[in-house]
């Protein structure tokens, strides 16, 4: 079975600064990686995907991931953060086979932003 | 498009009550998803249906879990008998038939339901 997880409950960052949010898989075949956003009062909104090809992928709102199989890892990055980031953000991972399009995700990472 | 809509957004129920709460998917979108979000943990898959079939199930829905898609289009997901720690908020998510890579297909999720059981 699938697994993801959040090694980071909440991250801290001041406006301007990098941001790296890290997420962790176990999948036994190849992955389908997601990174959503959540805000307060506001659905789940995909920020970026991966299935295949180049390993970093670009998403909205400035935001990149890479795909590294040899940690397992799918890390997602910003190079400068403003405040309208602030939000709690969801990594998840994509079955494959029959039970494809059952998202498994990880508890989440509250993001909050100083100015 | 106007989105993945839920009702009621938040409902207020007592123990041994039943609730049920509804989803509309974005138009034409032949896949719809339930998840489970309770507080501090990332939502949990329920169940799907493509078009009016229920695929899969999870094991967390228990037998007084319900979830119909009648005509392929809205569906229901009702609660029997409630109990305390079946609150948390109730997301449905739509989306389209996957392209060339199945799996790979974007959810668009709904604001959720809020369930809070006295």
């Known amino acids: 079975a699938q697994s993801v997880t959040q090694p980071d409950i909440h991250i801290t960052v001041s406006e301007g600064a990098s941001l790296e949010l890290r997420c962790n898989y176990s999948?036994?075949?190849?992955?389908?990686l997601f990174w959503y956003v959540q805000s307060p009062g506001q659905g789940l909104q995909l920020l970026l995907k991966?299935?295949?090809?180049?390993?970093l992928v670009q998403g909205i709102k400035g935001f990149e991931a890479e795909f590294k199989r040899s940690q397992s890892s799918f890390n997602l990055r910003k190079p400068s953060v403003h405040w309208s980031d602030a939000a709690e953000y969801f990594c998840?991972?994509?079955?494959?086979?029959?039970?494809?399009?059952?998202?498994?995700f990880g508890q989440g990472t509250i993001l909050t932003v100083h100015p | 498009d106007t989105g993945v809509s839920q009702d009621p957004r938040h409902k207020i129920t007592k123990r041994g009550q039943n609730v049920t709460f509804r989803c509309d998917p974005i138009?034409?979108?032949?896949?719809l998803y339930w998840y489970r979000q309770t507080l501090g943990q990332g939502p949990e898959f329920l169940t799907y249906?493509?078009?009016?079939?229920?695929?899969?199930k999870s094991r967390l829905l228990s037998d007084r879990f319900s979830a119909e898609r009648p005509k392929g289009s809205f569906s229901t997901l009702e609660i029997q008998r409630t109990e305390q720690g079946d609150s948390a908020m109730y997301l449905c998510?739509?989306?389209?038939?996957?392209?060339?890579?199945?799996?790979?297909?974007?959810?668009?999720f709904g604001p959720g339901t809020r369930l809070t059981v006295l």
């Open positions: 998510a739509s989306s389209p038939l996957a392209g060339d890579i199945p799996g790979t297909d974007t959810q668009y």
């Open positions: 999948y036994g075949a190849t992955p389908y």
């Open positions: 991966y299935f295949s090809g180049d390993t």
């Open positions: 998840a991972v994509g079955a494959g086979g029959t039970s494809y399009g059952k998202l498994t």
């Open positions: 138009s034409e979108h032949n896949r």
């Open positions: 249906f493509q078009n009016e079939a229920q695929l899969e």
